[in-house]
């Protein structure tokens, strides 16, 4: 089946730039979505369809995907930014949703 | 604006069948346009996804659990729900109700559930 690859753990100082990385094999002929997910709480779409934004997502959010990686990008991060980050493919040969591992954002 | 709750017992034995309700309020199930869907995360992992339903009773499963996994719709009563037979510890996990735009295939999760605890245990 098809595997989304993503970093554990990604480190970023406030104001800076974060960028969080999801590889899987051909990615960039697939829509990838990304969610943001707080202790506790839900997930929370943030980036949809590689970079598309929903109504309510800072623009500081920023997707791409091309190749075999597709990135999440967080421009002037902000502490409360801090969160698992998850991306997700539909695999259209297996007719599976997939997610990645996740990555759990630290601002620092 | 679009609400998910999900519903049913949070303790379950070994064995038995998880039984979980979502109810959707601010939209109708059987107006069409959206695949509703369970999704679970186990406790410090991450997620994993169950399977859709649409209106029509045209699902989809995960195939890891497909031979376990029966989700079905209540227009009526707006509702959908999960069955997973046979459970297990492994199946201890917070499970979400979701829905997300219908099209060729699934589009992205627009809207979540609050999630719900299930814990198998004797």
């Known amino acids: 089946s098809y595997v989304l690859t993503q970093p554990p753990s990604v480190s970023v100082a406030p104001g800076k730039t974060a960028r969080i990385t999801c590889g899987g094999n051909n990615i960039g002929s697939k829509s990838v979505h990304w969610y943001q997910q707080k202790p506790g709480q839900a997930p929370v779409l943030v980036i949809y369809?590689?970079?598309d934004r929903p109504s309510g997502i800072p623009e500081r959010f920023s997707g791409s995907n091309s190749g075999n990686t597709a990135t999440l990008t967080i421009s002037r991060v902000e502490a409360g930014d801090e969160a698992d980050y998850y991306c997700q493919v539909w695999d259209s040969s297996s007719d599976l949703a997939v997610f990645g591992g996740g990555t759990k954002l630290t601002v620092l | 604006q679009v609400q998910l709750q999900e519903s049913g017992p949070g303790l379950v034995k070994p064995s038995q069948t998880l039984s979980l309700t979502c109810t959707v309020s601010?939209?109708?199930?059987?107006?069409?346009?959206?695949?509703w869907s369970w999704i679970r995360q186990h406790p410090g992992k991450g997620l994993e996804w169950i399977g859709y339903i649409y209106y029509s009773g045209s699902t989809y499963y995960n195939p890891s659990l497909k031979s376990r996994v029966t989700i079905s719709v209540d227009t009526s009563k707006n509702q959908f729900s999960l069955k997973l037979s046979s459970v297990t510890a492994a199946d201890t996990a917070v499970y979400y109700c979701?829905?997300?735009?219908?099209?060729?295939?699934?589009?992205?999760?627009?809207?979540w559930g609050q999630g719900t605890l299930v814990t198998v245990s004797s």
């Open positions: 601010g939209g109708s199930i059987s107006s069409g346009g959206y695949y």
């Open positions: 979701a829905r997300a735009p219908y099209g060729d295939y699934p589009g992205p999760v627009d809207y």
């Open positions: 369809y590689d970079s």
